[in-house]
DNA sequence: TATGAATGAGCTTTCATTCAT
DNA sequence: CATGAATGAAAGCTCATTCAT
């Protein structure tokens, strides 16, 4: 967590800082990512950095917050009112209002990204966490969903996860290496081509669940 | 590729050279891997490092090499007789012909797995022409299906390139994270639990493409 | 340009750092100039060095605007206030007063006149510029001195600018060569013979030219 | 000097290693002219090279030798059978004769040209006999030439020697400059305008000479 | 005589971090 | 709070030279 200082700062200041490392580590990833590089970016004093930061890594967590934040107002926003969805149109809504998400902030987006999907796969402490916590939230849908009758009981829920997981991850990335070359990204996200592509990826999952949930069953 | 000068060297020095290698990648990535650890690690002088190879990048495309040489080797053997596979059973035993030979090696795998999975997805130009390796592989496999009478014609090749590139990352993954913490990973990998996973992912995925065939195909 | 940080410096200490550069170039050329024995010398650490300068050539440039810079105060001040001097006399009143001005700051005047006069004619791109530079100067003042009507307007104006190019380049050698070999550089300079060698050399220029401006047109 | 053992060597294998060593002189100076690479580039083994050589200056000071040998041996052959010249024509002729010779090995001049003539100035110790053997040619010359009473005795001879000296690098480097651009270099050499350009610098140089002898006499 | 593996000091440059002002 | 000078370890890499075979 930044430390106090850095919150009493006016906003913009607090945003040109934000942006610059957003750069960073969009750009080098969080191995490669330059201190040196975000405080010249930033236009404030190294010696500031650290009454602001700990070290890289609390930038970016800062990141990580920031994203969620963000992210979880913007899926608030949006909830459908209506609740007739089954689990399997709330995981479609979920992406689809993901990849919409991506497209309002792509450049912190792929930030994250770049460094969760990628390094951080194998960092093991430091990112665990996060990546765990979407993890948990998938777990608490399913469990939800067998709760409420949508998803038959026998159901193996860490392999479902783990396929939903998959599937984020792929379509995520997906939109960082297509979606980036664009120039109207949002515009490319709402594209009929892109929903298309999105649509077939999803179905693919979804029958390939239902066909085999008698065999997607556990055994423990 | 190394100088002529390693490849001179008694085997058992290029051994540790080696190994010396793979463990920094696969516990440091390539970015951060450091060559001064590496030749610490070797006991070799600095000297001699550069005088067996070009650079950290030389290194790392001969543990490339090392791990495809000895994969085609492995697959070699292991290829079954009888080939009257469709290709969703063919890229089944590819699967799992796969894992079975990552418990081989798994620190290597690790390595190479780390880095062109992980850093390697955005690093483009270093790496980028040994992920489209597997991409050509896969391509060709299913344009074979076709032209063989086994998949529908209007499938949309490049989408389910993509869809079993993302599993076999998936899976990849999954042998990296869980594999590695087991003490006998070949026995992990052979046990009936981890066979139950990956079948049931290879269903779902199996299941999903011939389910939704009418779906999953190319307008263009 | 060196960075803002090097001019943020107490004077004494930027010239304890430039001392120390100059004593460097001078010592062992642009090429065989070690950084290392820049800061040993200097007293400060490696990593000041790289906040006060880009890199190596950062510095040597520095050198060069220094010389180019105090150069131009002393022939400011020294200039003639009767202009009733003509092209050659004015070009003997340059070299002497560059005789002068190099006897005030011999060490920088042989750290620059080394590389530039030395390795700087092979290394082309870093050096060129300045190079150009005196030529440029050397053309304008021939082209001035056709326009006044004191040089026949036939005359071959690069030729000319080539042999006294020469000339500067021949007598700077000279007295970097002998010049530090004498204790008292300036009294050498003001010496009796110092200054009939130079006299007699300028006379064979002049009187050269003179002597065969028929011969000395271009055909072009 | 060589050892024996390159004296021994093939003759063919002799010239290998000289035309790398000619090359990188040629190419980087003498300072950033790197061993590794004259061994590379020979194809003999780093080893090897130690037997033949003493160091790197060893080698530069084969280079030297040959030079002058072939050079000696080529003014042999040209020598003018009526030696019915001045010195002034003599020098001329010495000047014409030293550039067809270039013509004949120009990257060999080019290598100890770039050496002597750029950063071997500053030198001192190592390469300082080298350019005192043209001093003393010169002098010698030129009171060979008092000696038979083409020169008047009074005449300073060090300044003359000097003059001389100016214009041989002056014209050396003008060779080595414009000459190394050419395809045909001895077709450049001797075309109508660069031997235009040399005779132009020569008169003004002995036009200079002339008329100021009497200026041009030493007081000691 | 020939080899080439081995070496370690050296190179330029970047890094995250501290601390006196 | 803000500053930015100072630092030394570490990075990747090249060097001339030695020496056992």
Redesign the pocket.
Known sequence: MPK??FF??PEEKRKTIVNAAIYEFAEYGFE??????IVANSG?????????FE??LDVFKHLIDMLAHEKMEFFMDKHPSSTNMDTFQYYRWMIKTGMEFNSTNPRLVQAIGRVLLGEGMYYGKDFEEYRKQSTRALTAMIQQAIERGEVDPSVDVDLAVMIMETWNNAISTYFLNEGMKQRDIMKWVRSAKTQEVIDKLLYVMEYGLRKTESEFTSAT
Chains 1, 2, 3, 4 share one sequence.
């Open positions: 106090q200082t009493n700062l490669a990512a330059s201190i040196n590089r404030i004093s190294k010696g500031s950095f650290y009454q602001y070290d890289k």
